[in-house]
Every structure is written in structure tokens, then in C-alpha cells.
């Protein structure tokens, strides 16, 4: 009974490193900008405050009050130029704009070659992805073959572990390309 459980193993841990896939995929895809207003693209964005590099987030309240209006307001008034430099720094599509109070970060319409381009973006990552995921099942079957050769388990459980692989695997294609089309048609509404 061992083996079956090591077997089981191999199917359980490649089913949570494309769940782990996913997670990423759906990072990556919140960080690209869709014509709106986004406060997750400010997130790699790290300022300088009293002597310590620490996340924007940490220092500033970030809103949306307009669809293509992001305002980052420090909880520091004494913050405001570190924050500003630091945006400067970091291309986040548009110059900021401070008041002395808050900055206002006004993206400007996306293009519809921009569009385009975005949308060719998301299917290059989409297709790495499922990628990815079939290099996931890849790296399972040769173990679930390894287990064959070695006598461990019977060419009966190999067939049925197979069987369960495949059907993972398609789920998790399945969701690539649901992620991918959402994206897609977040960037094309204008």
C-alpha cells in the first residue's frame, strides 16, 4: 500500500504546482493594464521612507475615484516627494501629479492598437502557461512510468492514474483559456 500512496503523491503534488500556475497566472494577468484604473499595477512599486525600502501600500492609500484615475494618498504628509520620485521612477503609463496633499495618476485611453497588442500579450502568456501545465503532467506520467519499470505498481493503476492526469490537466488547460478570454475581453470593452 505504500507505493499506491507514493503514486497518489505524484498526482496530488502536480495537481498543487498547477494550482500554484494558476495563482501566478492570475497575478500576472491583474499587473497588465486594461484601459481602466488598476491600483495592482502600483504594487512592485517600492519608496524610499526613512531609509528603508518598503512597498508603496505600506505608505500611501491607493483609490480609484474615476475609471482611469488612480490617487495615491500617504498616510505621511512628509512622504509625498519619496512617493513621487518613486512613481516617476517606475513607468506607470502616465506622469503624477501632486497637490502637495495627494498625487492623481490620470492613464491616458488605450488605443486600439494598444489593444491589439495587449491582447496578443495575453495569448503569448496564456499559451506559456498551458504550457506549463502539460510540462506539469509531463513530469507525472515519467514518474507514474518510473513506478511501472520498477514493479512498483501494476500496468492496470498505470492506465488509471493516466486517466486521472489527463482529466486534471484538461481542467487546468480549461482554466488557462477561461482566464485568457476574460482578459481578453476586459481589454477590448472600451
Known amino acids: 500500500m505504500p507505493v499506491t500512496e507514493s503514486v497518489n503523491a505524484v ?8 494550482k500554484e500556475r494558476m495563482a501566478k497566472l492570475a497575478k500576472e494577468f491583474s499587473i497588465l493594464r486594461t484601459g481602466r484604473a488598476n491600483p ?5 512599486i517600492k519608496v524610499e521612507y526613512y531609509g528603508q525600502q518598503v512597498p508603496l501600500k505600506q505608505v500611501a492609500a491607493v483609490s480609484v475615484p474615476e475609471a482611469r484615475v488612480l490617487e495615491i494618498r500617504p498616510w505621511d504628509p512628509t512622504a509625498l516627494p519619496e512617493i513621487e520620485k518613486a512613481l516617476q521612477k517606475n513607468d506607470v503609463g502616465a506622469p503624477p501629479q501632486s ?28 499559451e506559456e502557461y498551458r ?27 498505470v492506465k488509471g492514474l493516466e486517466g486521472r492526469i489527463q482529466k486534471v490537466t484538461d481542467l487546468f488547460v480549461k482554466q488557462v483559456d477561461d482566464q485568457v478570454a476574460a482578459k481578453e475581453k476586459e481589454i477590448t470593452t472600451v
Open 99 to 126: 497637490d502637495g496633499k495627494m498625487i492623481r495618476i490620470n492613464l491616458p485611453m488605450m488605443t486600439e492598437e494598444r489593444r491589439k497588442d495587449m491582447v496578443k500579450v495575453v495569448k503569448k502568456i496564456g
Open 131 to 157: 504550457v506549463a501545465v502539460r510540462n506539469e503532467r509531463h513530469d507525472a506520467l515519467d514518474k507514474i512510468k518510473k513506478a511501472e519499470k520498477a514493479k512498483e505498481i501494476t500496468q492496470d493503476d
Open 11 to 18: 498526482v496530488s503534488k502536480m495537481e498543487q504546482n498547477m
Open 40 to 44: 495592482v499595477i502600483l504594487e512592485s
